[in-house]
């Protein structure tokens, strides 16, 4: 049967083609559905996926507005010819985020993007409430991603069984979830990490990895959905090491399944990232091989090229390939941070995201109790580096819901100064590039990408001078600023050449900004 029609989508939307086939026999691995969207500018070739009860779906996303001809084939016969009528993007909406000069990043449609994240991982499968109260929570933000896990997540902190499993259980199956019981994980004893060692012996004998449930995936694909409309990018992080139900045991051949799955069904949302592993290295049994390959999945099947990465624990992975777009890194001790990104930027050539620099709040363990003045000195230190830091938070309450693992209410005093610093951010315009400096300080200034302010940026992180000389360039005139990070206020200086001393107030997390008088 041929389907012959006209949609009409807005740019960077999705085109979505839809399918009656073959319900029998296993549909996600004997059947397919292949198609070619041409425009103008672009040509983009995608797999369709298998979505239940005989219906299969095959999507695109145009990048750019005018007329598109989609044509589609199936493996039993069905054709489809559509001509796609793109108009503008809805306001706000500037498209999938790419690398930009070098280290940084902008939209598709060439707006600056200075990522701003949080790290929930598995806030999208709590109660409906807690995720309805996370969504308010990102709403009064200023949070523009978000990193979370596909599957669910085993840890001391998240012990409940999730409403519903990413894939079929078997017939016959030895184990079912009542298994997993909340009372005997809670007795279970603690690993070095504070984790729990239980899992399920044999994962082959209970999960069919051939048969994903299209309805854990379709609220994972609502809730990229609804992020995209909130300006939120959706870091998805594909593998965890942190796992009861065996999913971090499959093979080589079920891995790559599943990614080709994920992928044909999300990738034509703009704003997906792919975060291949969370703590790659604590996967002991997989070699890098395999994540190599895991990548090459991930390229072959996203049309789009949305942002790749893999993150650590310990152990650097080698960020240098070329598959990977960008840094995701994680603290390398419990102090040291954003201090080395000046080192990862000329090794790797890369964007330096900090995803993991410890979590504000109070647990007992040392990555899970840093001060709100900390997480947001690591945030300044990150920026004047070259880098970008990323939130995490980890407060206990009486619930056991802690914004980190579940979402919920953010409880901490960093998220409403990290505002503060993305309007410097903007204001300065162009991107930071860092400098030499001295050896306690930090110090960046503007590339040549259109700064909004041609400046010099110092930051003294827990130092507290009294006062501090400049040595500038004679005949070029610069207005001072002194910045109160955490206080959130700026104190105009004068106007100086040379050299120079500027009074400060002996106060920790403070900056000084020289913008050239022009």
């Not at 579940?406 to 990290?418: F, Q």
Request: glycine content about 8%; charged content about 25%; overall charge negative.
């Amino acid at each position: 049967m041929l389907q012959s029609y006209t949609e009409h989508v807005k740019r960077y939307g999705i085109a979505e083609l839809v399918f009656q086939g073959p319900s029998e026999g296993n549909p996600f691995a004997e059947q397919w559905v292949k198609g070619t969207m041409a425009g103008q500018a672009e040509e983009k070739r995608a797999e369709g996926f298998y979505d239940g009860n005989g219906v299969y779906k095959l999507r695109f996303m145009p990048s750019c507005e005018g007329t598109y001809e989609i044509t589609a084939v199936t493996s039993w016969g069905d054709e489809a010819k559509v001509t796609v009528e793109v108009g503008a993007a809805d306001e706000g909406c500037h498209g999938p985020v790419r690398v930009a000069n070098t280290y940084h990043f902008a939209y598709d449609d060439g707006k600056e993007y200075y990522p701003c994240g949080t790290t929930c991982y598995v806030w999208e499968l709590q109660s409906k409430e807690t995720q309805e109260k996370t969504y308010e929570s990102l709403a009064a933000s200023p949070f523009n991603k978000i990193r979370f896990c596909v599957f669910p997540k085993h840890y001391v902190y998240n012990l409940k069984e999730p409403a519903q499993y990413p894939f079929e259980i078997r017939e016959n199956s030895p184990w079912s979830p009542s298994d997993f019981e909340t009372e005997k994980l809670e007795k279970a004893p603690r690993n070095m990490f504070g984790g729990i060692d239980a899992m399920i012996e044999n994962p082959d004998e209970v999960w069919d990895y051939t048969r994903p449930n299209p309805s854990y995936f379709e609220h994972i694909e609502n809730t990229i959905a609804r992020l995209g409309t909130m300006g939120i990018q959706a870091d998805l992080i594909l593998f965890h090491p942190y796992d009861r139900w065996g999913y971090s045991r499959m093979n080589l051949e079920q891995q790559n399944f599943y990614l080709r799955y994920v992928v044909n069904r999300f990738s034509a949302y703009h704003n997906v990232w792919w975060a291949m592993a969370n703590e790659f290295d604590l996967f002991r049994w997989k070699p890098v091989s395999e994540w190599e390959s895991n990548a090459e999945t991930v390229c072959r099947q996203d049309p789009y090229r949305h942002l790749r990465s893999i993150h650590n624990c310990m152990t650097m992975y080698d960020h240098s390939r070329g598959w990977i777009t960008h840094c995701s890194l994680q603290r390398i001790d419990l102090y040291r941070t954003a201090e080395n990104v000046e080192i990862w930027r000329p090794q790797y050539g890369k964007p330096c995201v900090l995803d993991e620099i410890a979590y504000e709040g109070n647990l007992p363990f040392g990555w899970g109790n840093i001060s709100g003045e900390e997480m947001t000195r690591r945030f300044w230190e990150a920026y004047t580096r070259g880098g970008y830091g990323q939130h995490g938070e980890t407060y206990e309450n009486e619930n056991g819901v802690i914004w980190w693992s579940h979402g919920g209410e953010l409880k901490g005093s960093s998220p409403a100064r990290i505002p503060f610093l993305l309007d410097i951010m903007k204001e300065n315009g162009g991107y930071m590039e860092p400098l030499p400096a001295f050896f306690d300080e930090t110090c960046c200034t503007n590339s040549a990408s259109h700064p909004r302010k041609d400046c010099v940026m110092y930051y003294y992180g827990a130092n507290r001078p009294c006062r501090r000389p400049f040595y500038m360039p004679e005949g070029q005139e610069f207005d001072v600023e002194v910045i109160d990070t955490w206080n959130m206020t700026i104190t105009q200086a004068g106007r100086h050449s040379g050299e120079f001393t500027i009074d400060m107030p002996s106060r920790p997390y403070m900056a000084v900004r020289l913008v050239k008088v022009k």
